[in-house]
């Protein structure tokens, strides 16, 4: 029962209650469009109340399909209040300077909402099918050994397979990642959204990842949310080295490369809980090297500088996925929000999400696989 009452739910709930009184109110009559129009708020509402509140686990078909449906209501209602709130500031503003517009906004301003939400959600899909573009970034390193001049490092980020990414997108990712011939891949976190027992076989291409240096892995907050413990196993079969708050060593001639990679925060809801530690990834003891850290989060980049990495690579903001979440993710992960940034000494580089989460949407934003190549400074 308490978590009804969870400010969570609370929160949630006034949301989408406000939502729906807003544009029901403005774009709809009393009757039968009243009722249709609350399905997806509905929709929206159901998913956190069966599958927290009432603690569902994501196994079957008929899941899936309520996910993406709830996604895919998310994502149109987004651009409903959105555009009923430009078309509400259109009709105060033509008033009084444009009354024939002002009468015809108020006749068909709500079908072009509806239907500007629906090409909104259409374009964004689009986009988002067409799979991760390759985004090719130099990073310049002070005092970066010459057996690791060139190194090339493919980064994929925040997959989240399961109600909307399956295999035949992971197969494509690892496809254009092995094209690549990366030295190092760094997987970033947020693989899953769901069980080993539902996806399982749609992980299964990432054993194909190959790379001269190894394929490592730092978990994110929604591979605790699906189960760290089995999923850990389940990496480690496929091949790749899941790293948390612990490192290996490269080795290249005289010169060394730590690789570190750190726990996500929803750590701390695992059993035991654990905690962030750069400290414990950076091997400090092992003395002069180029030191890489893996983390899910961007804003743990303080303390990774602080330990002394050189580069930490990090994912989790999707860069806002689609607008205008592009410029509300902004407020909140500044200044480690996409692309390639500094923090003291250290470089910050965020991968803006190889899938997406939630609704399968990208507008102001691409799904992305990064080649990263490691050059000296100059």
């Not at 030295?183 to 027992?197: F, I, Q, R, Y």
């Not at 992960?333 to 990208?362: D, I, K």
Request: glycine share 10%; proline share 6%; with cysteine.
């Amino acid at each position: 029962m308490r978590r009804w009452f969870s400010p969570f739910m609370l929160a949630l709930t006034a949301i989408i209650a406000a939502g729906y009184a807003y544009t029901a109110w403005r774009l709809t009559a009393p009757g039968a469009g009243r009722v249709l129009l609350a399905v997806p708020f509905v929709l929206v509402w159901a998913v956190p109340v069966i599958y927290w509140i009432h603690e569902r686990q994501n196994h079957g078909r008929a899941d899936d399909l309520l996910h993406g449906a709830s996604y895919l209501s998310m994502g149109w209602l987004t651009y409903v209040i959105l555009l009923c709130a430009l078309r509400d500031l259109l009709l105060l503003l033509t008033a009084a300077v444009a009354p024939e517009l002002h009468v015809t906004l108020d006749k068909i301003g709500a079908l072009l909402v509806f239907w500007g939400a629906f090409a909104a959600l259409l374009l964004g899909g689009l986009a988002a099918m067409r799979g991760p573009h390759v985004r090719r970034i130099d990073i310049p390193i002070a005092g970066l050994p010459a057996e690791f001049d060139g190194l090339r490092i493919v980064q994929i980020s925040d997959l989240h397979v399961g109600p909307t990414i399956g295999e035949a997108y992971v197969r494509r990712v690892v496809e254009i990642s092995n094209g690549l011939a990366p030295d190092l891949v760094a997987l970033t976190g947020d693989l899953v959204d769901g069980s080993v027992a539902r996806l399982a076989a749609s992980v299964a291409p990432l054993a194909r990842l190959t790379a001269r240096e190894g394929v490592y892995l730092a978990l994110g907050n929604h591979d605790y949310y699906s189960g760290a413990g089995p999923w850990v196993i389940e990496f480690e079969r496929l091949g790749l080295q899941v790293l948390r708050n612990e490192y290996r060593v490269v080795t290249r001639g005289a010169a060394r490369m730590i690789v570190g990679g750190v726990v996500d925060p929803a750590a701390q809801l695992d059993v035991p809980p654990q905690v962030p530690r750069p400290d414990l990834a950076a091997a400090s003891e092992s003395g002069a090297a180029l030191r890489i850290l893996l983390a899910h989060n961007p804003k743990l980049a303080p303390l990774a500088e602080r330990v002394g990495f050189d580069l930490q690579l990090s994912g989790h903001t999707h860069a806002g996925q689609f607008f205008p979440w592009t410029l509300a993710v902004r407020l909140v992960h500044a200044p480690h929000v996409e692309g390639l940034s500094q923090r003291g000494r250290m470089w910050v580089y965020v991968n803006a999400g190889t899938g997406t989460w939630g609704p399968p949407v990208r507008l102001g934003t691409r799904p992305e696989l990064t080649l990263l190549r490691l050059v000296a400074a100059r």
